[in-house]
């Protein structure tokens, strides 16, 4: 390998005009494009032939409904070491209309929990002119409309601190898990932004 030079290593064949790129990891990648749509895509380092290597594979997709112009790590927040969500990792993106967010990389068993909770608060909280949660973070371009799938709405899981007691109790009775349980991971949550 020269100094200096740059090399393919890998390719996503789904083309999209992309807008903003981060790297995650060594393996996973963030992008944001110009329909309003973040994804993921990982490089399948195990695969047994180099075709299969080359290629990157989309692991994750959402609309987010802003159109990102930068991706940069870090955080809008002060972490405490001691803390669950001291060692999560995030990623602050800006959108050309102003908008700052925040994206984490959750543990696994962390996202499967908000995932059944944001699942839960679907059922409960209905989205604006009736428009469906699923329906609104599909991703959507030219080429193809998908569920969105391995991003999770922060915004929608946070708003179960705003419900009322009862409202509570129904989510918390669905997971089997007591409010107060709840309440603290969903507040744990917050303190990422």
Same mark, same amino acid.
């Given at each position: 390998?020269?100094?200096?030079?740059?090399?393919?290593?890998?390719?996503?064949?789904?083309?999209?005009?992309?807008?903003? %790129?981060?790297?995650?990891?060594?393996?996973?990648?963030?992008?944001?494009?110009?329909?309003?749509?973040?994804?993921?895509?990982?490089?399948?380092?195990?695969?047994?032939?180099?075709?299969?290597?080359?290629?990157?594979?989309?692991?994750?997709?959402? !609309?987010?409904?802003?159109?990102?112009?930068?991706?940069?790590?870090?955080?809008?927040?002060?972490?405490?070491?001691?803390?669950?969500?001291?060692?999560?990792?995030?990623?602050?993106?800006?959108?050309?209309?102003? %908008?700052?967010?925040?994206?984490?990389?959750?543990? !696994?068993?962390?996202?499967?929990?908000?995932?059944?909770?944001?699942?839960?608060?679907?059922?409960?909280?209905?989205?604006?002119?009736?428009?469906? !949660?699923?329906?609104?973070?599909?991703?959507?371009?030219?080429?193809?409309?998908?569920?969105?799938?391995?991003?999770?709405?922060?915004?929608?899981?946070?708003?179960?601190?705003?419900?009322?007691?009862?409202?509570?109790?129904?989510?918390?009775?669905?997971?089997?898990?007591?409010?107060?349980?709840?309440?603290?991971?969903?507040?744990?949550?917050?303190?990422? !932004?």
């Amino acid at each position: 390998h020269e100094e200096g030079a740059i090399e393919e290593c890998a390719r996503d064949y789904g083309a999209n005009w992309m807008t903003a %790129v981060e790297i995650l990891d060594d393996d996973i990648y963030l992008g944001a494009e110009n329909n309003f749509n973040i994804f993921t895509v990982r490089k399948n380092m195990d695969a047994a032939t180099d075709e299969e290597r080359s290629r990157l594979e989309v692991v994750g997709e959402y !609309h987010l409904g802003e159109f990102v112009n930068r991706f940069r790590h870090g955080s809008l927040v002060m972490r405490m070491p001691d803390s669950d969500s001291g060692n999560i990792p995030t990623v602050i993106f800006a959108t050309i209309n102003g %908008v700052i967010g925040v994206i984490a990389s959750l543990p !696994h068993d962390q996202y499967l929990f908000l995932e059944k909770l944001q699942m839960n608060l679907n059922k409960v909280i209905k989205g604006v002119g009736g428009l469906s !949660h699923e329906q609104w973070r599909s991703f959507c371009n030219e080429k193809k409309v998908s569920e969105p799938r391995n991003f999770l709405d922060g915004d929608l899981i946070e708003s179960f601190l705003d419900l009322n007691r009862n409202r509570m109790e129904e989510i918390s009775t669905a997971m089997a898990v007591p409010v107060e349980e709840l309440c603290r991971r969903v507040e744990e949550l917050t303190r990422l !932004h």
